[in-house]
């Protein structure tokens, strides 16, 4: 499996033309894309471990979207539903966006490696790099309905491990 973040602000005017032109280049590189709201994401594992989840899901045959980006946006989400997963992390008109890129993973539609030239999207976006954007907060684990309670039981570094947690628990309720 292979694993491109690309981080990027400004404005969306068009939702459904940037995803068009998202699944554009998901059909032409043979690569899954997926755009999300990185307001939510905890740091790069959040993303990996959803990744990692929603491929083993497509190779189990428990997949419950028909799109790999759209599994892993379940999982990256921790909802089971996929209205619920858009409406906490999908993309918004304005705001910081990231874009995960997964390639080699022997699933059909992102069999092929991620080519260099995937960096163009965020220009055909007409969006700005920013690579500021995936830092975990408190406030993300909140959005997660994780508890102060929750949090007095671990320490500030185990953190992350709470919302890798709802990353595996999709699968529990699905």
């Known amino acids: 499996m292979e694993l491109k973040i690309i981080c990027c602000k400004g404005k969306i005017n068009d939702i459904?033309?940037?995803?068009?032109?998202?699944?554009?280049?998901?059909?032409k590189y043979g690569v899954a894309l997926l755009l999300l709201n990185p307001r939510l994401v905890y740091g790069k594992d959040h993303i990996e471990s959803a990744v990692k989840?929603?491929?083993?899901?497509?190779?189990?045959k428990r997949n419950t979207s028909h799109s790999l980006s759209l599994e892993i946006l379940?999982?990256?989400?921790?909802?089971?539903?996929?209205?619920?997963?858009i409406e906490f992390m999908g993309i918004k008109r304005t705001g910081p966006y990231a874009i995960i890129c997964v390639g080699k993973t022997r699933i059909s539609g992102s069999e092929n490696m991620i080519p260099k030239g995937i960096d163009k999207l965020v220009t055909d976006l007409k969006l700005d790099s920013d690579n500021s954007v995936l830092d975990g907060?408190?406030?993300?684990?909140?959005?997660?309905?994780?508890t102060d309670t929750e949090l007095k039981t671990v320490d500030k570094s185990m953190y992350q491990d709470l919302i890798l947690e709802r990353v595996a628990m999709v699968d529990v309720f699905k």
Do not use: M, P, V
């Open 74 to 85: 379940l999982y990256a989400s921790g909802k089971t539903q996929l209205k619920d997963a």
């Open 16 to 27: 459904e033309k940037a995803l068009g032109i998202t699944q554009q280049y998901e059909k």
């Open 137 to 146: 907060s408190k406030e993300i684990l909140y959005r997660f309905g994780i």
């Open 53 to 60: 989840h929603a491929i083993r899901a497509f190779r189990e």
